[in-house]
C-alpha cells in the first residue's frame, strides 16, 4: 500500500492516550490505532526502505507498549509511534515518529554501547574522520536541525585538554533530530516527501556512523 498520509485520527488517538493512558482507552481506540497510525506508518517505512536501506536493513515500527521494569513512571503505553531503519542500535539510524506534536525524525548515535563509544571516539581523534563528522554536524545545524546527545562535562580520560575537537569527544551519544507540528501536511503525501528529504540531508552522518562505529559487539544486557 503506497503511503499517502497519517489518518485523520492520528494525533486525536494520541492526545487521548495522554489524557487517559489505560487498558481500556487503548482496548476502546485500538481500531483507531491500527488503521490511522500502524498501517501509514508501516507504508512509509516500506517505500523508504528501498532508498535507505541498504547497509541498515529493514524497517521497524517499535511497539507500543513501554517497558516499565524499572521506570517510575508505570503507565503501559508510548505516547507516539515511532519507527527505524538501523544495522544495530548507535551505529546510525533513520528515525521516524509521529505523535501529539506532529512528526519527528532524527538519525546519527541515540546510543552508544562502551566498544561503541571507544570506536566514536577513535574516529573523531583521527585527523580524517574527526574533521569530516564536524563538518557533516555543521551542515546540518545549518539545514535547521539539532545536535544532541549525552555529554561529559569534563574531558573524556586519555584526551587533552587543548584537543582541538574536544567537545566532539565528550559526546557519549550524538544525534540530529527536527520536527513539524502537526498540521494538514500530515495527512497527506506531503508527510513522506518531508521524512524523505530529511532522510537525505541524514545520509552523510549515518553513513559515518555505520563505517565508524557500526553496531555494538557486545551481548545486550
Request: aromatic share 12%; charged share 30%; proline share 5%.
Amino acid at each position: 500500500m503506497k503511503f499517502s498520509g497519517f489518518g485523520e485520527y492520528a494525533v486525536d488517538f494520541y492526545d487521548g492516550l495522554e489524557a487517559d493512558n489505560s487498558k481500556s482507552y487503548w482496548d476502546a481506540n485500538v481500531a483507531t490505532y491500527k488503521d490511522d497510525v500502524r498501517a501509514p506508518m508501516e507504508a512509509l517505512l516500506k517505500e523508504l526502505e528501498p532508498e535507505f536501506g541498504g547497509g541498515f536493513g529493514e524497517g521497524k515500527v517499535f511497539r507500543p507498549y513501554r517497558d516499565v521494569r524499572f521506570a517510575k513512571d508505570k503507565t503501559p503505553y508510548k505516547t507516539h509511534c515511532g519507527a527505524v531503519i538501523e544495522a544495530g542500535r548507535g551505529g546510525g539510524a533513520y528515525y521516524v515518529e509521529v505523535g501529539p506534536a506532529g512528526l519527528r525524525v532524527g538519525g546519527g548515535c541515540f546510543h552508544l554501547a562502551p566498544d561503541q563509544l571507544a570506536r566514536f571516539r577513535t574516529a573523531v581523534d583521527t585527523e580524517l574522520h574527526g574533521p569530516a563528522l564536524e563538518s557533516i554536524l555543521a551542515t546540518l545545524r545549518r539545514q535547521g536541525w539539532d545536535i544532541l546527545g549525552d555529554r561529559l562535562k569534563s574531558r573524556p580520560r586519555g584526551f587533552a585538554d587543548d584537543h582541538p575537537r574536544l567537545d566532539l569527544l565528550r559526546y557519549r551519544s550524538v544525534y540530529a533530530v527536527r520536527a513539524w507540528e502537526p498540521a494538514d501536511y500530515l495527512h497527506e503525501r506531503e508527510a513522506f516527501d518531508r521524512v524523505r528529504k530529511a532522510w537525505r540531508q541524514l545520509k552523510k552522518f549515518n553513513e559515518w556512523a555505520r563505517d565508524h562505529v557500526g553496531p555494538s559487539e557486545q551481548p545486550r544486557r
